[in-house]
């Protein structure tokens, strides 16, 4: 028997990155990939600047794919890493590409090459959503500790008519079943601390989460929507 469940949406805001990408790590690793000398010497608070100069000094079209190397390694070929580099300077690029489990890198690659290269790169930017979900029958609750991303994109469609895109792409997935593309819809996924209980309903539990994905996803959800849903 299905499970119910209250999903109410809190804010929407538009940001322009992902919380941890691009860490010092990540840059120190990108410098590498471009033969970069005495990288232990560059200081932390350097490494932002130093990595912004050393693209430019490749060139666009070099540093793209060398971007692309450090984000995908060996999951991406160099001929398809060529090839997309005109396709990164494209407004939301991302959406276009076939590889739903390569948007989030997509977008991970452009946050970097913006700064680069600011008059080639749009300014990337996606949706960042804070929601609770209430169980509002009892045998749901056990199902929301799990909060996997093919029961929320489930839930979340209930919020969204038959034609936007997500009702449109997935309509057998939402449904029953394997739901792999629902990984690389949610680009980030945060659960917070549990909505304070209520004491006249305490069948009804709160879980308050943030997700970041792309417009594309979450543009038909409005801020103060709240709407009931169902999932196994």
């Known amino acids: 028997m299905p499970s119910t469940y209250e999903v109410g949406i809190q804010s929407l ?3 322009h990155s992902l919380p941890g990408i ?24 350097e490494l932002l600047e130093i990595t912004i100069m050393a693209l430019q000094d490749l060139g666009n079209q070099k540093a793209a794919e060398l971007v692309l ?14 090839n997309l580099v005109d396709d ?7 959406e276009d590409f076939a590889e739903v489990s390569k948007q989030r890198g997509l977008f991970i690659a452009v946050v970097l090459l913006e700064k680069a290269f600011p008059n080639r790169y749009a300014t990337p930017d996606a949706l960042l959503m804070r929601f609770v979900i209430r169980a509002v029958s009892r045998n749901a609750s056990e199902e929301m500790k799990a909060s996997d991303p093919a ?23 939402l449904a029953s079943g394997p ?6 819809i949610i680009w980030y996924f945060e659960a917070l601390a549990d909505e304070e209980g209520d004491e006249s309903q305490p069948a009804i539990a709160g879980k308050r989460f943030v997700i970041i994905a ?7 959800l409005k801020k103060g929507q709240v709407f009931r849903a169902n999932a196994n």
């Open 214 to 220: 792309p417009h594309m996803w979450l543009d038909p």
């Open 22 to 45: 691009w860490s010092n790590e990540a840059l120190r690793e990108l410098l590498v990939l471009a033969d970069m000398d005495d990288i232990g010497q560059v200081e932390d608070s």
């Open 179 to 184: 739901f792999a593309d629902a990984a690389g």
């Open 69 to 82: 190397e450090a984000v995908f390694g060996e999951s991406m070929r160099a001929g398809v890493r060529q």
């Open 88 to 94: 990164l300077q494209q407004d939301e690029p991302w």
């Open 151 to 173: 029961w929320m994109m489930r839930l979340l469609a209930y919020g969204m008519s038959g034609d936007d895109v997500l009702n449109r792409l997935y309509e057998a997935e």
């Open 13 to 15: 805001e538009e940001v």
